[in-house]
């Protein structure tokens, strides 16, 4: 059964703090893995990951991807209450469907 | 640009009520999602769509739950008879390609609420 994992579940930090969210998957025809950010209503989109060993970054947060060990990392230097949200790990088993994570909740105190 | 929408933003009911839920997707998108998140098991993948024609069902929770395209720019998520434990937040969301070849763009959710 094709499954992805996050971890943690949830996490409390500091501003200014930097924060590593892990997501590991087992799916039978890999695609794609994906990161998404939920605040209060719908995710948004963060990057996508394809190849492994090639980091994407965006202003403070990157990501990367390691097909050989079936995990992605997301990270986030200098964190800020802005970057409370609920952190989402989805994988494509190409075009099946999406498989999403349970979701890293983080919270960045002031 | 208009992302995707949704109908109504929330919806409460009573129990064996029969619950209508609208999405419009982005225009040229061929590919449209429903979801269905809970605290309980996260964001689940109900039923996906590619140019209108249903794709994979298997997420739908039972009979009770369908959902259909008629065309590019409208689907609708029923539910007929609802119940209590159907209470979540349902999201639609559309791509341009399958899968993950191209990020999903979700619209804002129903909040739907069974009495």
């Known amino acids: 059964e094709d499954k992805v994992v996050q971890s943690p579940l949830s996490l409390v930090v500091h501003e200014g703090d930097t924060v590593t969210l892990n997501c590991s998957y087992e799916?039978?025809?890999?695609?794609?893995l994906l990161w998404y950010k939920q605040e209060k209503k719908a995710p948004t989109f963060l990057f996508m990951l394809?190849?492994?060993?090639i980091e994407k970054k965006s202003g403070r947060l990157s990501s990367i991807l390691d097909k050989k060990e079936l995990f992605s990392i997301l990270n986030i230097t200098a964190t800020q209450t802005g970057d409370s949200a609920i952190y989402l790990c989805?994988?494509?088993?190409?075009?099946?469907?999406?498989?999403f994570g349970p979701g890293t909740r983080l919270s960045v105190l002031p | 640009d208009a992302g995707v929408i949704q109908s109504p933003r929330h919806e409460v009911t009573e129990m064996g009520q029969e619950v209508t839920l609208r999405c419009k997707p982005i225009?040229?998108?061929?590919?449209l999602f429903w979801y269905r998140q809970t605290m309980m098991r996260g964001l689940e993948l109900l039923i996906y769509?590619?140019?209108?024609?249903?794709?994979?069902d298997s997420g739908m929770p039972e009979d009770r739950f369908s959902a259909k395209m008629p065309n590019a720019s409208f689907s609708t998520l029923k539910i007929q008879p609802s119940e209590p434990r159907d209470s979540a937040v349902y999201f639609c969301?559309?791509?341009f390609g399958g899968g993950g070849n191209q990020p999903q763009h979700f619209g804002d959710g129903t909040r739907l609420s069974i009495l």
């Open positions: 989805a994988v494509d088993n190409y075009g099946q469907n999406f498989v």
């Open positions: 394809t190849s492994s060993g």
């Open positions: 769509f590619n140019n209108n024609v249903p794709i994979d």
């Open positions: 969301a559309s791509s």
């Open positions: 799916v039978t025809n890999f695609r794609s």
């Open positions: 225009s040229g998108h061929d590919y």
